[in-house]
């Protein structure tokens, strides 16, 4: 399973990339200007820099929601790096745009799926993963990772190379369910990733192992 992290904070992104398990990150203009990022230049420097902290795949969204835009802004996205992934919105022009760009080589994350038939129409595109919400599933009482599972069955009936990149995932109880059913990669706040760290029997144990070792010395 793949780990990303989901925000545009450079100093998160560090953290996760010094504990040694990061695969990439997510980034969506919500994130963006979060972290008070805000016009072309800047956003686009942002990347720049997050592709020199990671070694792994960075999506970088479009903001068209035509598929020329989306084509000429991918472009330039997919031109700024090579770990750069061309994230594209599931609406009928992104479809388009999906498959045009698998047709090109460029990768793709298809943004935005909360259904079944949505993941089904992004594997058929080409699109190289696709990112199904799951926490804002669980916010209006549906059950996220029962769509995780619905995609992994679907996926796995045809042989769909498309990656499952579970996403809004909340807390570390997500990350180790979609590690169950098998999604391909999660992608969550640092804290869903420092949260498998914690077990209070694995603090208990080793301050025991050091008072025991302090006896001995
Ligand atoms: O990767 C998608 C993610 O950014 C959405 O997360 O927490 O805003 O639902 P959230």
Known sequence: MKFFIDTANLDQIREAQSLGVLDGVTTNP???????????????????????????DVSAEVISVDFKGMVEEGKILAALHPQIVVKIPMIEDGVKALKYFSDEGIKTNCTL??????????????????????????????????????IRDIYDNY???????????????????????????????LSSIKGLLKHPLTDIGLAKFLEDYKKGN
């Open 30 to 56: 919500s994130l963006m200007a979060k972290e008070g990022i805000t016009g072309e230049k800047n956003i686009i420097q942002h990347y720049i820099d997050i592709c020199e902290i990671v070694d792994g």
């Open 159 to 189: 042989g769909f190379e498309t990656q499952i990149l579970a996403a809004s995932i909340r807390h570390t109880m997500h990350v180790i369910e979609c590690a169950k059913i098998g999604a391909d990669v999660m992608t969550g706040p």
């Open 113 to 150: 799926i909360f259904s079944a038939g949505q993941a089904l129409l992004a594997a058929k595109a080409g699109a190289t993963y696709m990112s199904p919400f799951i926490g804002r599933l669980d916010d209006i009482s549906t059950d996220g990772l029962n769509l995780i599972q619905e």
